[in-house]
């Protein structure tokens, strides 16, 4: 009789880190504000189906409270840039660049790293639209300086106005999709001074296919300059603009946790060796098995890679595990344990997961499949063969036992 075990681990790394501050002094620079996109990948066995990363940003800018619902339904997801200033307004009805005018940049990839830096990967990110929220600063203005028109380039996302504290809301959608430069303005009604209170991007993510990436945690930036007319901005706001920052840094955090379950029938913490056939052959007419035997079934479900490894309760020198004798004083057989996973291949040479032989003494293979794997049959074989069976059958009455241990690690 062999014992053994099904084990899998799940095992996050975390690096030490040393925090060194360093003080200088020199002239004023350019400051930064910064912002954060999360997404998670964390496929659910029980539904299949469901694939990609999901966008696990809190809601802020113009999306969060009266508008959300609309964000939501049209799966628009802004995110406020934190970046604060003034805007000194002409009134022109051209589209021009003294009124409510943003420009916006082309897509971007940002290369996401995970944390112990072996693995990166490319993250697609276009800017969508952008939304600027203006306050007349003396209230002595019309309650609604700008256009209510279409703005030129651009579709009109979102809209509001308040004639309460002289505030003009607008979110201006790219025709383009993010692609490539665009500048979007609308007709503006007042010569007056406004305070820039709110100005927020909506954007689009272009995820790295998950099932490739191991789980863990990866991470990547990407900077946005924000300015005025003649200041080479990647956001363009146009004449008479003052910011208190001038900088965006948005850092991507991409967290990624695999599934994996191994699904037991009950019973399967034994495996009782016998001939193929049963016992019929030897007892009635003595004749040795080639082979005693047990394949012990599983189904196994991975939406990544995993290494499988072998420990021993009794180890041979050859990397194999023995089962010894309970009895009497015996020479310990040996067993071949084979693994066979039905759509898994090794991750480095391809081979397919069929009759995996499982050793101590084996470099861990780390497996793989090309889709979400959901509860395939599987198979441990185990077996002592040839000469070793004729040993055994030399001490008739006596029982032979060991355990054995295969480890799924499913963070190889």
């Not at 193929?276 to 040795?288: A, E, N």
């Not at 196994?300 to 009794?314: D, P, W």
């Not at 049959?377 to 002592?384: D, E, K, Y």
Request: charged letters at 20%; glycine letters at 8%; proline letters at 6%.
């Amino acid at each position: 009789m062999i014992r053994y075990l099904f084990s899998t681990i799940v095992r996050r790394h975390l690096q030490p880190a040393l925090g060194v501050l360093v003080l200088l002094a020199c002239a004023a620079t350019a400051r930064a504000a910064d912002i954060y996109i999360t997404a998670d990948f964390k496929p659910d066995i029980d539904n299949p189906n469901q694939r990609e990363f999901v966008n696990t940003t809190p809601w802020s800018g113009v999306c969060v409270g009266t508008h959300q619902s609309a964000c939501i339904n049209n799966n628009w997801w802004s995110i406020d840039t934190k970046i604060r200033g003034t805007k000194q307004a002409i009134r022109q009805t051209n589209y021009g660049r003294n009124g409510f005018y943003i420009g916006m940049p082309p897509a971007r990839t940002v290369r996401v790293t995970s944390e112990d830096g072996l693995h990166s990967f490319d993250l697609g990110f276009n800017i969508i639209g952008a939304a600027m929220r203006l306050v007349d600063e003396d209230r002595d203005g019309p309650s609604e300086p700008a256009s209510v028109g279409n703005p030129n380039n651009c579709n009109l996302g979102l809209k509001n106005s308040s004639a309460q504290n002289r505030t003009v809301m607008r979110m201006f959608l790219r025709r383009d999709g993010g692609e490539g430069v665009v500048a979007c303005a609308l007709h503006w009604l007042s010569t007056n001074n406004y305070l820039m209170t709110e100005f927020d991007f909506t954007y689009k993510l272009t995820t790295p296919a998950p099932l490739a990436m191991r789980s863990g945690l990866y991470t990547g930036m990407t900077t946005f300059r924000v300015g005025g007319t003649g200041e080479g901005a990647d956001f363009d706001l146009g004449n008479g603009v003052a910011l208190d920052d001038n900088l965006v840094n948005v850092h991507f955090r991409l967290d990624v946790e695999h599934a994996f379950r191994l699904e037991l029938p009950p019973g399967s913490d034994r495996a009782v060796l016998a001939p193929k056939g049963g016992w019929t052959q030897w007892s009635d007419h003595g004749i040795v098995p080639a082979r005693l035997e047990r394949e012990l079934p599983f189904t196994l479900s991975s939406s990544g890679q995993f290494s499988v490894s072998l420990q021993c309760q009794y180890p041979l020198a050859d990397g194999r595990c023995a089962i010894r004798n309970m009895t009497v004083d015996a020479e310990a057989a040996p067993l071949d344990i084979r693994l066979t996973l039905p759509g898994f291949h090794d991750a480095a040479t391809g081979a397919d997961a069929v009759g995996v032989a499982l050793t101590t003494t084996m470099v861990p293979p780390v497996l793989t499949a090309d889709a979400f794997v959901i509860r395939r049959p599987s198979r441990l074989h185990f077996a002592v063969n040839g000469e070793a069976v004729t040993t055994m059958l030399a001490h008739p009455g006596s029982h032979y036992r060991g355990d054995v241990t295969v480890i799924f690690d499913a963070t190889p």
